[in-house]
């Protein structure tokens, strides 16, 4: 079996690698730019009977070969490195995320947080199914900006034309709806830094006719912030989920679908923001 152990940079793969393996880390505390790999027995009692019955002239004991890729620091984070061919013949994969703090040892991206740093190898897992095809000439790009939607929300990029097709990460002839697995914080965020900054002058969304980004801008992230807002006032006064239903979005009732989802999202958001008050 091939175990790939794969994390962000000073995570501790390599000193699980050495425990796994007995094998000494390569370059142990510092960047390396190939995978290291070491082969560990697995001890096996009906394998040690087997043995003495029957005195063969070699005794062989199942391996593990375990394949320790480089980690990767947050400046470097979108980096191939976890699409090397040795990790991808792998068998398995085992990822680790970091729980230790350490004055001498800092952590690329400042403080200690498993579930983000888990959230961001989830990231680059779905970087690496993005494509770059050129079909006579023109450049199109199947790019992963980040959480929307949904989590895997991808996007088709022309940048030649500037044009973008979004799916859904784009709406507005409808009002958007928000599910169980949507991020509301985290779509603005993926907004404001990596779709915007694509810089597209004509935008195809999902639902709806080819626009322009500050048509999808108003009602899709400035609806986002707008909602998070009036339920924030909702929490702040120590409201309730009922009182979220009721917010004001008549700025949007507008829009088709309104009638069923505001208060669904209303809810939605509610839901998702109550624990941060």
Do not use: C
């Amino acid at each position: 079996m091939d175990v790939g152990i794969l994390g962000l940079a000073a995570s501790g793969k390599s000193t699980l690698f050495k425990l796994l393996t007995g094998q000494e880390p390569a370059t142990a505390g510092g960047r390396r730019d190939s995978a290291q790999i070491g082969i560990a027995r697995v001890p096996d009692p009906r394998l040690d009977v087997l043995t003495e019955m029957y005195n063969p002239a070699k005794t062989t004991p199942a391996t593990v070969r375990y394949v320790d890729v480089p980690g990767i620091p947050e400046e470097h984070r979108h980096e191939a490195a976890f699409s090397l061919p040795e990790l991808r013949a792998t068998d398995v994969l085992m990822v680790v995320v970091r729980v230790f703090a350490s004055d001498s040892i800092a952590h690329p991206m400042g403080e200690v947080d498993p579930l983000r740093d888990l959230h961001h190898i989830d990231e680059e897992f779905i970087l690496q199914d993005q494509m770059v095809i050129e079909p006579g000439g023109e450049r199109i790009e199947l790019l992963y900006l980040g959480p929307a939607h949904s989590p895997g929300d991808i996007v088709v990029w022309l940048p030649e034309k500037k044009l973008v097709i979004s799916g859904d990460m784009a709406f507005h002839q409808r009002m958007l709806p928000l599910f169980e697995h949507t991020d509301s914080a985290a779509w603005i965020d993926t907004w404001d830094n990596r779709f915007e900054a694509l810089g597209a002058d004509v935008v195809i969304p999902g639902h709806g006719e080819p626009t322009d980004m500050a048509t999808v801008r108003k009602y899709t992230r400035d609806y986002l912030v707008y909602l998070r807002e009036k339920v924030g006032e909702v929490l702040d006064n120590g409201g309730t989920l009922q009182e979220a239903y009721n917010v004001d979005q008549s700025p949007y009732m507008h829009l088709p679908t309104a009638e069923f989802l505001a208060k669904r999202n209303a809810g939605q958001v509610y839901q998702s923001m109550e624990f941060d008050f």
